[in-house]
């Protein structure tokens, strides 16, 4: 049916299915913006006016011809179908009259034409992106025929219209089919939030979004991470597709004027006259070709007279296809030789036009002026200063400021490639310690640093000597190096030592999060606890996503975070502790989940041995312990721990944690001692009091442990703590409903296997669950898995069309309105077998 080809609009379809049946001659207006869906909404409607028996006639857009000549062409098209002798002969008869040029009865012959077929039922006239007047399309529609026309805006027609049905956004649960369409498959989660914030108010106009998301296949920045497709280069700007209509409506002149404006960040409309001759046009038509584009919504006014380009993708776009960096640094030139204001250094840092000696002086003097209440803004004036030939070597000040600020702002990305060797010798050490830095959150370094910052890395841990700061604080002095460096190595006493030894008092709960960080590889928060206001995480880069994962994960958002997974997998680099501690949450999620294959994809790339072994090995046993296989991981805890005999400990109090629950379960007494006892030498007190409690089966201490984390809002840990305590307690109802609603928080379905095992039932679920039949319950967790229907049709043995029709029912029966939320009503547990 047409219902199963349209994606959405199903209001505005059964409308103009209604209309056919409604009063005769009415006149029906679709009203959307390019690429709303009208011509796939008419073309449905279409299909669904035949079904009814239902006559159509389609009139193709005019572009010039004559309306009337087209029409007669329409309907001599579709004669056919009426199989009425009078209609035919004066259907020939028009065509002759028309053929000669214009004919004054043409219109009074076009209505009896359609006053005859009228007659022998209901006829409607399609009019997609109409041009044609109004009463034109009167013809068909004083007999008594529907008429529906189709356009973007046309007020003669919007006018005489009895009916007006308008193209909003498409819904997202509607739109995300086609998206997977047009990409080749599933999209990660964040990709669809990336394109809605670059189209802006064309987030949910299907004909951009799919197109956009077209584009981006083709050049290859979709990158498939399992069995989803992930954004390659997500800082780079998502721009919309050569040809689209938005950049085609702006014109040639339009486009080059929302390249400068997006280029330069936003423009003065002050300053139009000298760019209007830059860039070789007059100012007349200049101020009218801005009004046109205010007035389209491609360029926004500021209220303090400024103007920016709507929306991102379109900025990327006009970027991408009208180059202006020449024009951008001869627009600043020209100013710059007038008055120097603010203003000027904006522009200058987005156009980094060739600045002479007395301007990088201005440009820096602006930066000081600024950098304490505007470091975002200061850090960029000062890179466009200092990445003149020279200037960083005559400005020290300014170039301590600025690395000072690159680290307090997280802009790494603007660190100028400087030669260190000619830099005076009391900012090396800074310099080095911003490419440190630049090169672990980016994982890139500027070529002229390669020369020299390998070797001057390999001496970071050596005792530096005194050097003359040109602030009372480096970037990051060698005692805080030596400090960073016990805390990524997780060693709290080691940080205790140090700070002691540099006269900084340390709370302990700082030393234990220190470790704690350090363990997860989790450079950001470590540098958050140690610098406080002196660094922010940048916003992006594998530094920022894997801390965000980390908290994603421990705030039981997992959705999201095996989103940041696949960020980071889809990445360049990918054998650092942060990727590798990535794919392992990425497995206990889907383990969770009971998505077992998956799981088993993300832990195969993480290598055996090294110091992550230990949480290798935690991601390995907990598949076995979702497959019930306690004795075999037990065996593998033990001999891991024969293994490390003191080395690498990472991770290691979590897999000791699971290891006693495997012993238990395995009825191991002696192995459950010697974790326990393992456990005891872990710095963490929430792992040694959970162990304790168990090891012992003592409920106090396991409440005690539950409160705990539930008071560090860990859902990990939380979990951990309510299994203990629900097997422990005497009543364990109610720690087993608390561990239900997270398990149904998280989606970890796979977890109830581990609660439901004999003398530990799971309460049933407060909501009623629908029951549904073993091959719904299959094809469910199948499209769990993101198989897509011919897939699923092709393990079930079944056609593709028995699948679709199962998913019809499926979405009336349980009020899903697509399969993300079919998938995500399994993972709450709604659905269960039919008794």
Not at 544 to 568: I, K, P
């Amino acid at each position: 049916m047409a219902r199963d080809r349209l994606r959405g609009r199903r209001t505005e379809l059964a409308a103009l299915r209604a209309a056919v049946r409604g009063d005769r001659g009415r006149l029906v207006v679709v009203r959307g913006a390019a690429g709303t869906g009208k011509t796939a909404l008419l073309r449905a409607a279409a299909a669904a006016w035949q079904a009814d028996g239902a006559r159509v006639i389609r009139l193709p857009p005019a572009d010039g011809a004559d309306p009337v000549r087209l029409l007669v062409d329409a309907v001599r098209a579709e004669f056919e179908q009426v199989g009425d002798a009078v209609v035919a002969e004066r259907i020939a008869t028009l065509t002759r009259r028309c053929e000669t040029g214009p004919c004054p009865t043409a219109f009074p012959a076009l209505t009896a034409i359609f006053d005859r077929i009228g007659r022998t039922g209901p006829t409607v006239l399609v009019a997609d992106d109409a041009d044609a007047p109004a009463a034109v399309l009167g013809a068909a529609r004083r007999p008594g025929c529907l008429v529906v026309a189709a356009c973007r805006d046309a007020p003669e027609l919007l006018a005489a219209a009895d009916e007006v049905l308008e193209l909003g956004p498409l819904p997202e649960a509607d739109l995300a089919p086609l998206l997977a369409r047009a990409a080749g498959g599933l999209l990660d989660e964040a990709v669809p939030q990336a394109l809605a914030a670059a189209l802006g108010p064309l987030a949910g106009n299907p004909g951009a979004a799919i197109a956009t998301v077209a584009e981006l296949r083709r050049r290859g920045r979709l990158v498939r991470v399992g069995d989803r497709l992930c954004l390659a280069d997500p800082v780079r700007p998502i721009a919309l597709p050569p040809g689209h209509d938005l950049p085609a409506r702006a014109g040639e002149a339009g486009l080059r004027l929302l390249a400068v404006v997006s280029a330069l960040g936003s423009l003065r409309i002050d300053d139009l006259p000298v760019l209007a001759e830059v860039l070789g046009e007059r100012l007349d038509p200049c101020g009218r070709l801005v009004d046109r584009l205010v007035e389209a919504g491609m360029l926004t006014a500021a209220p303090d007279g400024s103007l920016t380009c709507e929306p991102p993708a379109l900025a990327a776009a006009a970027v991408e296809q009208v180059p202006v960096h020449a024009e951008c640094a001869e627009f600043t030139r020209r100013l710059l030789a007038g008055n120097r204001t603010r203003v000027l250094a904006e522009y200058a840092s987005r156009a980094r036009p060739p600045l002479d000696p007395g301007e990088v002086s201005w440009l820096v003097a602006e930066a000081d002026a600024i950098a304490a209440r505007e470091p975002e803004r200061a850090v960029r004036w000062y890179a466009a200063a200092l990445e003149q030939p020279g200037a960083a070597a005559a400005q020290p000040a300014a170039l301590a400021e600025f690395l000072r600020l690159v680290v307090a702002t997280g802009r790494y990305e603007l660190l100028p490639d400087l030669d260190a060797a000619a830099l005076p010798a009391e900012l090396r050490h800074d310099l080095l310690v911003a490419q440190l830095l630049a090169v672990a959150h980016l994982g890139s370094l500027p070529p002229n640093a390669k020369r020299w910052w390998f070797a001057a890395v390999a001496r970071i841990g050596e005792r530096l000597p005194p050097v003359r700061q040109l602030r009372a604080q480096p970037v990051l002095s060698p005692g805080e190096l030596t400090l960073l460096g016990h805390a990524l190595l997780g060693d709290r006493d080691g940080c205790a030592r140090t700070a002691a030894r540099l006269r900084r008092r340390i709370a302990p709960e700082t030393l234990d999060a220190l470790a704690e960080a350090g363990n997860f590889a989790d450079l950001a928060t470590v540098l958050e606890l140690l610098l406080g206001p002196r660094y922010r995480v940048p916003s992006h880069g594998p530094v920022a996503v894997y801390q965000r994962l980390l908290a994603q994960y421990r705030a039981g958002d997992w959705t999201s975070a095996l989103s940041a997974a696949r960020e980071l997998a889809a990445g360049n680099e990918t054998d650092s502790a942060g990727h590798q501690i990535a794919h392992l949450i990425a497995a206990e999620i889907c383990t969770a989940r009971g998505q077992l294959t998956a799981a088993r994809r993300w832990l195969d790339p993480v290598p055996e041995g090294g110091a992550l072994e230990a949480m290798r090995v935690w991601g390995e046993v907990g598949l076995l312990l979702h497959l019930g296989e306690y004795r075999e991981a037990v065996g593998i805890v033990q001999r891991l721990l024969d293994r490390l005999a003191g080395r690498s400990r990472y991770g290691l109090d979590q897999l000791l944690r699971r290891a006693l629950v495997l012993a238990h379960r395995a009825g191991d007494t002696a192995a459950a001692q010697r974790f326990l006892a393992e456990l005891e030498r872990q710095p963490r007190s929430l792992a040694v009091l959970q162990g304790r409690a168990f090891a012992h089966r003592d409920p106090v201490l396991a409440a005690e442990a539950a409160d705990l984390a539930r008071a560090r809002g860990d859902v990990p840990d939380q979990l951990v703590a309510l299994l203990v305590a629900a097997e422990i307690a005497e009543d364990p109802e109610p720690v087993l409903r608390e561990a239900h609603e997270l398990v149904d928080r998280c989606g970890a379905v796979g977890l109830r296997r581990i609660f439901q095992r004999p003398g530990l039932s799971a309460p049933q679920p407060r909501a009623a669950r629908t029951e549904l039949s073993e091959t719904e319950l299959r094809i469910i967790e199948l499209l769990r898995e993101g198989y897509t229907n011919r897939r699923v049709a092709s393990l079930l043995g079944v056609t593709v069309k028995t699948v679709e029709n199962h998913l019809t029912r499926l979405f009336a029966r349980t009020g899903c309105r697509s399969r993300v939320e079919l998938v995500a009503a399994s993972l709450q547990g709604r659905f269960g077998p039919a008794a």
